[in-house]
């Protein structure tokens, strides 16, 4: 009797105990800590927002602190908005076509980073099938407004992500259009570099 009231105890412990450990497994999966290298600040003209720049996106992310260091950025506009999508910005012309006096990047994928929400991505030139052109980012980036990995992971490189100002992502992404454009200038007054 004291032997079976024994093993039902150990029992109840191992299963509570594999429970634990399982759940602090996908917890480190799902919620692992992420990285930042560097951090730049945004200061728009509808707020401020920080973006924190992946350790591990060489390439992409040390483009966005070149960029950001030579001034490309200040003054620039978002000029494409897809309401619940992306906000983007980062083309000196303002116009969606890139400069081309700006150098064109390797891509850095397969994504080690999702499109998430809050997700910081090298915008890409289009082909005619509506895919990316492979190594064709340069300034423009976008900011991810919903979870877009299903659709967007396997051709834009994600190399940081807004860790304070989302609301100020939200807000431009909720601003008058026509044909994904703002009907009022959104501007990028000053990109800096903040550690």
Do not use: C, W
């Not at 594999?18 to 509808?46: C, D, H, I, K």
């Amino acid at each position: 009797m004291k032997s079976r009231f024994l093993r039902s105890k150990l029992a109840v412990f191992l299963i509570v105990f594999l429970v634990f450990v399982g759940v602090m497994v996908t917890y480190s999966m799902v919620y692992r800590q992420e990285s930042f290298s560097r951090s730049v600040l945004l200061v728009t003209s509808m707020g401020n927002m920080t973006i924190g720049l992946y350790d591990d996106m060489n390439i992409t992310a040390a483009n966005f602190i070149n960029l950001t260091e030579l001034g490309v950025y200040d003054g620039t506009i978002f000029h494409r908005v897809v309401y619940n999508f992306v906000i983007q910005g980062g083309d000196p012309t303002g116009t969606g076509q890139g400069d081309p006096s700006i150098a064109s990047i390797s891509d850095e994928l397969p994504n080690r980073h999702s499109n998430s929400v809050g997700a910081v991505a090298m915008a890409k030139k289009s082909l005619q099938d509506g895919h990316a052109q492979p190594n064709s980012a340069s300034s423009q980036f976008f900011i991810n407004l919903n979870d877009n990995g299903g659709q967007l992971n396997a051709e834009y490189s994600v190399f940081g992500k807004v860790i304070s100002g989302m609301d100020v992502a939200y807000s431009i992404g909720n601003v008058e259009t026509t044909s994904e454009r703002p009907n009022q200038n959104v501007t990028i007054i000053k990109a800096q570099l903040v550690k």
